[in-house]
Each structure stands twice: as C-alpha cells, then as structure tokens.
C-alpha cells in the first residue's frame, strides 16, 4: 500500500516554530508559582546575566528540583523522584510530544471518543513522565513498559504515592531486553497509540563525549560529566543508536498491526528520517507522518505510522 506523508495539523506544513498551543508550559518558567509548590526550589534559584530569575540547568539537583516542582504545578503530582544516575527528561519537550499526538488521534477515524485512549509507553524510564502528564493533561490509560528492575520499583513508588495513578497506568517488565512489542502486547488487546523515546547514541564512548560537550556549553568546563550527565547505558545507548534500535521497532510492529492504531517514535537525527521512510514504503504501511516539532531552538521530532 503506498506510504503518505501529512503535516498532523496546518502548522506542521514547516518547521515548528515554538511549542505546541495546547503545552502548558509556553514562555518563561513561573518562578514564585513553582516555588510555591515546592519550596525546596528556592535554594536551586541562581540569576542569570539579565537579571532574570532561573535554574542553574548544569546542577543536576537543580534540574530534578524543577521538574519535581513543574509536576506539582501543572499536573498536581506528588512525590516525583528518580534513582541516582538516571535520567531526568525535560518535561516541556515531554509535554509536547504528547501534544502532537494527541492531534495525531483527534484525526484517526473508527475510535470512539467516549472512551479514554489506550497508549502503550515503550521504555517508560524510572521517570515515568509520558504516563503522569498523559494521565493529567488527557486522561489516557496507559501500559509502560520498561526492562530495568531499578526504574520499574521506583515508577511503582510514583503511582503509590498519588491516589488513583494505579486506575490508569499499568507498568509491565520487560524481561527480555531484544525485544519490543513482543511479550508486552497481549493477544487480543488493542492500543489507540503507541509511543517511545529511543536510546540516541550507539555507544557508551559516543555518550559520555556528547555528554563532555553539554556540560562544557553550560559551565564553560567538563569536569563534572559523570555527576551531571543523568541517564543509564539502556536509556541512553545501544549497538547501532536510534536508527537500529527504531527498524527494529518497524520490523516487530508488523506483528501487531492489527492490534494497534498508530505506531510512534521521537526521532533525535533528522538523517534517520529518510531510511525509516523507506524501510515503512518496503514493509507496506497504509500510512506515516513525520511531526516536526520545536523547543526553544531546538528542533526535533516523531515518525508515525499504521497499517
């Protein structure tokens, strides 16, 4: 069947020029608010050369404090916290993922509106951000998936903390690591969505050297790379990076085509777009779209499809 390609909305007809309208987290960051929501923020509070109020984004703590308080702010979740070493996702970018592709599901025929969305989080992280700011900002139900034993505890400890989470995400080990789809999506069950941000690099080398570069645009030096530089080995690389990881998404999605309605990955490299689009035209989907997508000057964006 032919493969399309369709901006997701009238202003995907080019590049994305700021965040999604409907992401609660556009201009600058309400210091006072957030402080007031959580108070432990104060102490992280630094003044940059403008004199504006801000986070000092090299200290780890700093950046945890934040999202801690964003949580609590917008999404009225309580009790956020992550292990030592993993990763902290910037939840305005995170926010707007799910902004897309809630427009990615308002334009799917056959659903029924009145039942909230089942979306399948792949790799959801010790973190657990897609499902709490899905859960609150749209009231999907969502099953997360994730393969280290560290980050299923603490995803778990999260929902128990807040009263009524366990009513709408579902988090399922992933025991064998080489796979996807195959052991978490039952016979029988169906999913509107699916969603995941990929590991990027293809080696540990490759992570920690990128890792060196962040730190030192921040701080104007790199001697604090393995303090700062939160993620472990599965979240951040595998053997052959983004692209290899994502084929092997579209190769085991042919299985469960039937099962879910749409398919999607954040794709990092702009470059991998191109082979993703041919390896989707060689297995016959019915359709994709790429998203473009823009936070701060940062450009990025998901690859979409279905059968």
Known sequence: MPVSEQPSSPWQRHKARGLHPENPHHGRYDMAALVSAAPELEVCLTTNPRGETTVDFSNPDAVVALNKA????????????LPDGYLCPPIPGRADYLCYLHDLLAQSDGRNPDQP?????????????YPLIGQRLY?????????DAVAVRNAHQIIAANPGL????EIRMQRHAEHIFQGMIAPGEYF???????????SEKEAHA?????WRNLKGQGNSVKRNFGG???????????LAFVKRMLAESLAYGGQVGWFSCLISKEDNI???????KRISVREVKVVAMAQGQKQSRFIAWRF
Request: proline residues 6%; charged residues 20%.
């Open 70 to 81: 964003l949580l609590i702010h917008h999404y009225g979740i309580q009790s956020w916290k």
């Open 117 to 129: 969305p089942g979306v399948l989080d792949i790799g959801t992280g010790a973190n657990l951000i």
């Open 139 to 147: 009231g999907w139900q969502f099953v997360a998936t994730e393969t």
């Open 166 to 169: 366990a009513d709408s995400i």
């Open 192 to 202: 509107d969505l699916t969603l995941c941000n990929p590991p990027f690099f293809a």
């Open 210 to 214: 990128q890792a060196k570069r962040k």
């Open 232 to 242: 472990q080995s599965h979240e951040l690389w595998c053997d052959g990076g983004e």
């Open 274 to 280: 191109a082979p993703l689009k041919r390896e989707l």
